[in-house]
């Protein structure tokens, strides 16, 4: 086996394999050359704006209180990653799921807090995210990422799509969330509609207007899937998945995750950094669900089965 760098960027290697009919290279030893190409990366240096980009949003989420040091630290390593992949789509990803997730987040922002309580004693809304909370929204996207990065073994359209899958229900779920709840309607439990409404923030509560602004993430996503792509069918298999992910996110939160409700208001309580809330004997119950996963753990187990289905569906080059 023979190893051929022509430069830095680029790594063949050229595999012996038999020869076929009409593919004869020498007669004595019938044998033809194949390469093989390895995974390339994009070099950080090379990406200035892709740079700048990250500087300002970590400044932003400093100054803003929207991740905690650690979150923040956790963002720009996964920032960096995503820069390295050989594809712009990855990155751009990563930002467009973060300025929908902030939009998203501001509007209706005092209502919310009325509809549910926290788990520390205050009232329900949103808190600066930590590392886990971070990680379990793109930590899919690092591993496929990370993967072709160190194995290779299939096209970048293969993990391009798998990326934007992940991050087409990633924000499908978080716009299905944050705006959803602001909903005129209350909201009815996915496993079982016909026993009428449940109380806003209610694991498993899904409402119309939550869908709709769910499918709308996928698309936002789709569509800058399609301008990196340009396949359409590909596009729509994004938000396609995209939709499938906010409501797998409902079914695991119905089905594996406890809610909690304050006995005295009755409001939905809230776990401080999306982790399990505490049962308070006398001042809180649980209403529903098991106590398997914390709502970070739902997100990485449903963005990672949308990413793997997009791996698995996408069509390679």
Do not use: C
Not at 71 to 93: D, E, K, M, N, R
Not at 126 to 136: G, I, K, S
Not at 256 to 265: E, L, M
């Amino acid at each position: 086996m023979l190893v051929n760098a022509p430069n830095v960027q680029r790594i063949e290697i050229w595999a012996l394999a038999p020869a076929v009919s009409g593919r004869v290279v020498d007669r004595e030893i019938g044998l033809w050359f194949t390469p093989v190409k390895m995974p390339t990366r994009a070099p950080l240096l090379s990406q200035p704006i892709a740079l700048f980009t990250t500087a300002l949003l970590v400044l932003y989420s400093l100054l803003r209180h929207k991740l905690t040091p650690p979150g923040v630290l956790a963002a720009l390593l996964t920032a960096l990653l995503h820069i390295s992949f050989p594809s712009g789509l990855a990155f751009q990803s990563l930002v467009l799921f973060f300025l929908l997730g902030t939009i998203a987040t501001r509007v209706g922002h005092r209502a919310k807090h009325g509809l549910t309580t926290s788990s520390t004693g205050g009232v329900g809304g949103e808190t600066a995210r930590n590392t886990v909370q971070v990680l379990a929204n793109s930590g899919a996207a690092d591993i496929f990422i990370a993967t072709y990065l160190v194995v290779g073994g299939a096209s970048k359209q293969t993990f391009t799509t798998g990326i934007a899958a992940a991050y087409a229900a990633a924000a499908a779920d978080t716009l299905s969330s944050e705006l959803g709840i602001l909903s005129p309607s209350k909201p009815f439990l996915i496993t079982a509609p016909w026993r009428g409404s449940v109380p806003p923030g209610t694991n498993g509560g899904v409402t119309l207007l939550g869908l709709a602004a769910g499918a709308g993430g996928a698309v936002a996503i789709a569509m800058l899937h399609l301008l990196h792509v340009r396949d359409p069918r590909q596009a729509g298999l994004v938000v396609l998945l995209g939709i499938a992910g906010t409501v797998l996110d409902s079914l695991l939160g119905a089905v594996v995750q406890i809610t909690v409700q304050d006995r005295k208001s009755g409001r939905v309580v809230e776990g401080e950094n999306g982790r399990r809330v505490l049962v308070v004997k006398g001042g809180s119950r649980i209403s529903r669900g098991r106590d398997l996963l914390n709502n970070n753990g739902v997100n990485f187990t449903m963005t990672l089965a949308i990413g793997l289905l997009g791996l698995a569906s996408a069509k390679p080059i």
